[in-house]
């Protein structure tokens, strides 16, 4: 509900902070002494259309700020947080005018759009005025409150979650159809390619062990030079073999008498004939073991440049050809196997439109019996409110097949005809002025808490009315008030009678110029400007004492 609304240098306010109730609060006050500027800021914040001529004269910027306490399981909630907004149960609208023209907009503290602001506004407040009307005006919204007042929302959802898994059958076998179209369309390619694939027969990572093998190859001449140079430069180790075996014998001949003094030489020398000879075997067997293949090497370079060119030529990188192989063997499967593929979605789509209708059937039928009741709830405020005339009725639609959506097969629309053989028509169009509002008052109250505005504001309900039918107004907001916070702009006193809350618009002067300012009124004060409205500018005591009796709930 609307807890708080500050506004700054908007037309005749300079400040002005008003706090809010629940129930029905009510705002009285002389013609002109500004009610309608409180509308008009209060559009502002919640993001409806901006105009300079709302600015204060010399004031600077306007402001207004909106502060709103929601539900936990208000559906605010989660369309804030989808776009980063972070709140629990305060939401707070903000809206500046600057003399440019310019606005911003503010959710709590956060920069939005406008567009995004006036979304977030008509789930906190509905504004039903003879100017600017919102919420059941618009058809879009008579289907979901029809479901409300007859509690069909979990068959409304059975229904949306059926009509999608038909949507994805029907899209899948699409699919299927278009893929099959292409692949037949492209078949005599796909079989040459795939024979000349699947001869080649290229696995993966087939380039990279080609060119590991082509290079190997290539570098076995070179190996087989060096190892020869090698063991050329080893040919006179038969000297060095000599020599090395002579000095081990010459010195192990003294090494006993030498006190250990030789040992260390000795086992050089034995190491070194070691190494001599071990490296000339190791050698002479790597000499062996290098492979000169020319043919091999020429079948490897064969290989690998054709597979390079078959990638050119389908256009993909060497690795991917295993891929293309078998992607270009499921689609000539696709192809083969069409029939029975396409006969298996279509059984599915005509199984999953059939569940499908079973439920948007059963739904209508609800519907219709919801819309008569609604009918029957709606007719019956009409005669109360001076519209006994009026037929309301719930026009249920059959859509045909191609327009059928989560939602149904119904469309569901709010029609009336003022005069009895008048062809009905909508709401917006049929009625004008506070005949519009007292329709939506009827409206509101047969459908009570199923609109997610927990917040609801009428301007001039009472409107070319009074007497007993002002009277049925005011109980009506009263009830209304009940279920919502409902905020009034009145100029009857039986509707006034009515209120919880009285908040009196007045205007006043103050250093050489005129402000609009608002009081909220104590039981006295109320049964004063009940007095006020009843007499005029002379409060009589006749006006009293009619004030007097509008407050216990009588009649006058």
Not at 454 to 464: I, K, N, T
Not at 518 to 538: F, K, P, Q
């Amino acid at each position: 509900m609307l807890t708080t609304l500050s506004i700054r240098n908007v037309v005749l306010i300079e400040k002005l902070d008003l706090s809010f109730k629940k129930g029905l609060c009510v705002f009285t006050g002389e013609t002109g002494a500004g009610k309608s500027i409180l509308l008009d800021a209060l559009g502002l914040a919640i993001g409806e259309r901006a105009d300079t001529g709302l600015l204060r004269k010399d004031g600077g910027e306007a402001v207004v700020t909106a502060t709103f306490e929601v539900a936990s399981g208000h559906p605010v909630i989660a369309l804030l947080r989808d776009h980063g907004i972070e709140t629990d149960d305060i939401v707070i609208l903000r809206r500046t005018l600057s003399a440019a023209g310019r606005t911003r907009a503010f959710v709590n503290d956060q920069a939005t759009s406008v567009g995004f602001l006036k979304q977030v506004g008509a789930l906190l407040i509905e504004v039903q005025g003879q100017f600017a009307q919102q919420g059941l005006l618009d058809s879009v919204t008579h289907l979901p409150l029809l479901d409300a007042f007859g509690g069909l929302q979990d068959l409304a959802t059975e229904t949306a979650r059926a009509y999608r898994t038909w949507h994805d059958a029907r899209g899948a076998l699409d699919r299927a159809k278009s893929e099959s179209e292409q692949a037949r369309q492209d078949e005599d390619y796909l079989r040459h390619a795939l024979e000349e694939l699947d001869k080649f027969d290229p696995h993966p990572d087939e380039d990279a062990e080609l060119s590991h093998e082509r290079q190997r190859l290539m570098q076995a001449s070179h190996l087989v030079e060096a190892v020869n140079a090698a063991q050329a430069d080893m040919k006179p180790r038969i000297a060095v073999t000599e020599s090395l075996r002579s000095a081990l014998r010459r010195l192990e001949r003294v090494a006993e008498s030498a006190d250990g003094q030789l040992d260390e030489a000795l086992a050089a020398l034995d190491r070194a004939l070691d190494e001599v000879e071990t490296a000339a075997d190791t050698l002479n067997a790597a000499g062996r073991a290098i492979e000169i293949d020319d043919a091999r090497l020429s079948a490897t370079e064969e290989r690998l440049f054709a597979l390079r060119e078959l990638a050119r030529k389908h256009r993909v990188d060497s690795n991917a050809l295993p891929a293309l192989r078998q992607g270009m063997q499921e689609r000539l499967a696709l192809i083969d196997n069409q029939t029975e593929a396409i006969s298996a979605l279509t059984a599915a789509l005509a199984k999953a439109r059939e569940h499908y209708l079973a439920k948007a059937e059963r739904l209508s039928q609800s519907r219709i019996k919801a819309a008569s009741r609604l009918d029957k709830a709606v007719q019956a405020e009409l005669a109360p409110l001076k519209l006994e005339r009026a037929i309301f009725t719930t026009l249920m639609e059959r859509l045909p097949e191609d327009s059928w959506h989560e939602d149904g097969i119904d469309r569901a629309s709010f029609t009336v005809a003022t005069n009895p053989g008048e062809t009905a028509g909508p709401i917006g169009r049929i009625a004008s002025g506070g005949e519009l509002s007292r329709f939506m008052l009827a409206i509101k109250v047969s459908l009570a808490t199923m609109g997610a505005q927990p917040s609801l504001v009428f301007d001039e309900v009472d409107s070319g009315i009074g007497g007993a039918t002002a009277h049925a107004v005011g109980e009506r907001l009263r009830r209304l008030a009940d279920q919502l916070q409902v905020l009034v702009v009145t100029h009857s006193p039986q509707v006034a009678a009515r209120g919880a809350d009285h908040l009196r618009v007045h205007k006043d002067m103050a250093g050489g110029r005129v402000t609009t300012g608002v009081e909220r009124l104590t039981s006295t004060e109320c049964h004063e400007e009940l007095a006020r409205m009843l007499s005029g500018a002379a409060i009589t005591e006749e006006a009293r004492a009619a004030a007097r009796r509008l407050m216990e709930g009588h009649v006058p």
